[in-house]
């Protein structure tokens, strides 16, 4: 199964912008890269998502690698309500939902 | 409003019984699934459902037991042969199973075995 690597923590100041990595290095042509955060004692929440494009939504912006192996989460001006666990997972286009692995995630912090 | 709603919030059971948890999603979504989550983890596949009738074993599914007889519910059953059952236990849900589709999840139930 394609894995995600992301650093465990990380911190910003409020209204700073935030970049989040992740590496994928064994990515196939059909995995999607998603992003969800959780804050604490909560469900994870969807962010974004995308194929190859770079993508933007109302929460963040997705670059990805020209190469796929790697992808970064963009917050623009992080908030305060921001602080959470951000997790990159890949999804097969195809379906098989037993592929889908959470990893542990990156940590934000968001200093005031 | 559409989402995901578990029941309850929070569950104690004593050891070696059974207990199960709700999970109900009015999105008219096909596929579900369970997760369970350990503190300072990530979570864990538990199983999922595609359509109604029909449900798969996710990686850790030994210990629990799930039916999916309406499309709107996916209960979970945490029976007594699970060694270490407490835990963050979340629901989700999608259009389907396939890459291109978001996971909306519930709220969790946390569940402590005494």
């Known amino acids: 199964d394609a894995k995600t690597t992301q650093p465990n923590s990380m911190e910003s100041n409020e209204e700073e912008p935030v970049h989040l990595p992740c590496n994928h290095s064994t990515i196939s042509g059909t995995d999607y890269i998603h992003w969800y955060r959780q804050l604490p004692s909560q469900g994870p929440e969807y962010v974004i998502h995308?194929?190859?494009s770079n993508v933007n939504n109302r929460m963040a912006s997705l670059a990805i690698a020209e190469d796929r192996k790697s992808s970064t989460l963009i917050l623009h001006r992080a908030t305060l309500r921001d602080a959470a666990v951000y997790y990159c997972?890949?999804?097969?286009?195809?379906?098989?939902?037993?592929?889908?692995?959470f990893g542990k995630g990156t940590k934000l912090t968001v200093n005031p | 409003d559409g989402g995901i709603t578990q029941s309850p919030k929070y569950l104690f059971r004593k050891e070696g019984q059974n207990v199960t948890l709700s999970c109900e999603q009015n999105?008219?979504?096909?596929?579900m699934y369970w997760y369970r989550q350990d503190p300072g983890q990530g979570l864990r596949l538990i199983y999922y459902s595609q359509i109604v009738n029909d449900f798969q074993k996710g990686d850790i599914a030994e210990g629990y037991s799930v039916s999916r007889e309406k499309k709107e519910s996916f209960p979970l059953t945490v029976t007594s042969a699970q060694k270490n059952p407490t835990a963050f236990y979340l629901c989700a849900s999608s259009m389907r199973t396939t890459g291109n589709n978001e996971q909306f999840f519930g709220p969790g139930t946390r569940l402590t075995v005494l």
């Open positions: 995308g194929l190859t």
């Open positions: 997972i890949l999804r097969d286009a195809w379906g098989g939902s037993e592929k889908l692995v």
């Open positions: 999105l008219n979504h096909d596929a």
